[in-house]
């Protein structure tokens, strides 16, 4: 545990305190402070290496209603896909290749069972060396347990907001069911993946603050924090983008509250062009996708996403080169 004196705001990662969060969030004065000390404390940690993992996104079928999401059920105009197990363990074997996690990553699609994942993820752990991190949204505890049992390391659900008015209103389901989800994954030991949206429409300092600390109760091993995007087909089609520079102080808090914590350069923070601050201001992990070239506009969550066409080493390469005019280092 740790106090950090910003400014006049003192916080203390011991029993952190919402007021004095919102507090630094809204001040602009002591953005250089933050940002240095979270830079520390992610060196003090991982030195200078930067934890790089493979996504695949293998379907785009989604039962969820989230309303800033572009694969919502409700988006009548969307291509589906869906990739079948042979094709997604092949691409994952490739993907571990090149790096050492590979994240599988759907919308909520119970086409696959949880025996058909649990069998794909067994095929892909012993034809190929890597930890597999599941991002497949809510399931029973039963279902999870089935994808641990197959040597499934990590489990990727974020919280998305913390404040139960505005996740309802988002979701409309409330926010406890994802929480209880989370719960599960955790109890199983998978290494929990949290997060949440910085900017979503309604949110406020002060909700961001509740955020930071309900990664700090739910114990999260990772946290995935990047701007909303407004996606023009969605219910919240015109709304302002979550603001990059309120993204880095958030990252940056989070990574002062959990010094441990696997932070992303998140994709969506990739998109407003935040990656290299970002790896400046406190994250330790960058997602590359490894989606099949033909499925990579199709997984439209939000618009502007990268769907360039070149091989996943040669994108590896360039991404090192990247680092290393950071000092970086790709683990
Ligand atoms: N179905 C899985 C789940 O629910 O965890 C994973 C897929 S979901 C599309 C992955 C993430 O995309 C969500 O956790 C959400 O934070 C993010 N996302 C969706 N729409 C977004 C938007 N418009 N702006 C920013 N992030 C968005």
Redesign the pocket.
């Known amino acids: 545990m740790a106090q950090y004196t910003l400014g006049n705001y003192i916080l203390d990662t011991g029993q952190p305190r919402a007021e004095v969060l919102a507090a630094i969030l809204k001040d602009d004065s002591i953005n250089e402070e933050l940002f240095y000390a979270a830079n520390k404390v992610k060196t003090e940690q991982y030195g200078n290496l930067v934890f790089v993992r493979g996504i695949i ?1 293998f379907s ?1 079928y ?1 039962r ?1 209603l ?1 309303a ?5 059920a409700r988006m009548k105009d969307a291509v589906r896909y869906r990739m079948a197990p042979d094709e997604l363990v092949e691409a994952a074997v490739d993907t571990a290749k090149v790096y050492r996690t590979v994240i599988l ?5 119970c086409y696959y069972t949880a025996e058909m994942l649990a069998g794909i993820v067994r095929r892909i752990k012993e034809k190929a060396q890597c930890a597999v991190t599941l ?4 399931r029973s505890l039963e279902e999870y347990r089935i994808m641990k049992q197959a040597g499934a390391d990590r489990f ?3 919280h ?1 907001t913390a404040n139960a008015a505005l996740y309802q209103s988002l979701h409309g389901v409330p926010l406890e069911g994802r929480l209880d989800a989370q719960r599960r994954i955790k109890g199983l030991g998978f290494e929990l993946g949290g ?3 910085v900017g979503l429409p309604g949110q406020t300092d002060e909700i961001l603050a509740q955020d930071l600390l309900t990664l700090v109760r739910e114990g999260v091993d990772m946290a ?1 924090i ?6 023009p087909d ?1 219910p ?1 089609r015109g709304s302002a ?2 603001n990059a520079h309120k993204t880095l102080k958030v990252l940056a808090l989070a990574r002062l509250l959990l010094p441990k914590c696997h932070l992303p350069s ?3 923070l990739n998109v407003k062009g935040g990656m290299k601050n970002a790896l400046l201001c406190g994250a330790n992990v960058i997602m590359q996708k490894a989606t099949p070239y033909e499925y990579r506009k199709l ?1 439209d ?3 502007g996403r990268d769907a360039k066409d070149i091989p996943l080493r040669e994108q590896y390469e360039e991404l090192k080169e990247k680092l290393a005019e950071l000092n970086l280092t790709a683990e």
């Open positions: 996104e785009n989604c969820c989230c800033y999401c572009g694969i919502n990553q759907s919308g909520e699609d991002s497949i949204g809510e990727l659900l974020k998305e997060g949440f949206m995935g990047g701007p909303f995007i407004a996606h969605t919240l983008d979550g998140t994709t969506a997984y969550i939000y618009p």
